[in-house]
């Protein structure tokens, strides 16, 4: 009789144990439900919502360092040597990047919006003056028309008579203020008296300050959280017609300003970017810990360069069989105008030797030439990002 209480107790008690442990454990994963929940019901590019304002206006200071590589052989190379050249740089610009004309359209299912970049200089973390710093390097305007001429003898030897004349050789000297923001270039000023489309001005970033990309239309991520900033449209369309198969025509995943929350390892990351003209992806690399902050890298793998013979899937990038590169460089020439411009990871970092080797004083270093991105996984939040790509001119010899 003395027992038996004590017994009751002691289950009474486990009962209660096991009772608190299982609300613990229900409590544990219907909290986390609910936090998730919270998140993608939050996480959403509707007015009012905790995220709208900082998409309009990212808070975190976006740096653009511009690195240029002068040529310092430029004699020997019009004789046939390699060219040598040595990198110069950075030269800093702080971009200030802000979501224009937001409007809701679709019945408010989809944000339409352009993306603004204005360009700052900081000479506090440049190594010099860009309206003083001469940099000798490949005349663009020149290798263009070149490029276009090639078809006949006849009219390439004309153009280097006509060149001649003009006194623009194929390499020219210009400040870094002049090649990013833009030069009157002679060759061109000649060109444009016949040719009313032919713009003067020459400039890598060329009326690029203050202007956009062209209109965006994105998935507000209401409906699926998995959409959440999901561009639909890029000037109204659903796909780009730079590329010759509709895989490298597709404009899929961000802008790169907003990711998804509830991220997860196995899955890749694609960013639509205007200035590459096409969609890239990346995958998770490691955990980091960004300030504090848990965070996935997220980095490209080398198949997104990489050739048709490596990865068939980017066939549509050579628009004609004689214009595929190798791995690690894109051609950017149909969405420039015709210009042979290429585009590359910086000192074409996961690039083929042969790259490297054309041109003296590359060195890919992982850490410094790396492309990556550093998101929250719970919240999708950019912790850090390092979006580095490198503008090279293509030698055809
Ligand atoms: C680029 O090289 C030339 C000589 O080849 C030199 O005069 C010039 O100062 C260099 N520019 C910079 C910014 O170092
Ligand atoms: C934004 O809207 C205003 C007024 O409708 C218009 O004048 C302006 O051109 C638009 N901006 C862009 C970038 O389209
Ligand atoms: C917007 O909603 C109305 C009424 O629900 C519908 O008739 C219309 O087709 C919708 N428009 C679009 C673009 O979805
Ligand atoms: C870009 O425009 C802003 C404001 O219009 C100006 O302050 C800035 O100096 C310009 N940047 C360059 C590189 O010209
Ligand atoms: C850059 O070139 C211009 C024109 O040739 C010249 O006036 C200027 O002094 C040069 N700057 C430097 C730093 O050599
Ligand atoms: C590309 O997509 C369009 C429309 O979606 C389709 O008509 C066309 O057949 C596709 N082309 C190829 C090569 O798959
Ligand atoms: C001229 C040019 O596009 N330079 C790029 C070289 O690489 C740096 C980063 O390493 C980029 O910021 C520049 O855009």
Redesign the pocket.
Known sequence: MSRRPFAIYTVGALCALLLVCGIGLILGQVFRTLMHNRLKKEIVLVEGSRVFESWKRPPPPVFMEYFFFNVTNVDEILKGAKPIVTQVGPYTYREYRYK??VTMVENGTMVSA?N?KSFVFLLEKSVGDPTVDNITTVNIPAWAAMNKAKISFFRSSMLNMWMNSLRTGLFTTRTVHELLWGYEDSLLVKISTTNREVEKDFGLMIKKNGS?DGEFVFHTGEQNYLDYGRVKTWKGQRQLTFWSTNESNSIAGSDGSAFHPLLNKDERIYIFTPDLCRTIYMDFEKDVVVKGIPAYRFTPPSSVLASKEENPANEGFCVTSNECLGTGVLKVSPCRKGAPVVASFPHFYLGEDKYIDAIGGMSPQREHHQTFLDLNPTTGIIVLSALRLNKTISFHR
Do not use: R
Request: hydrophobic share 0%.
């Open positions: 224009d004309n352009y603004t956009n």
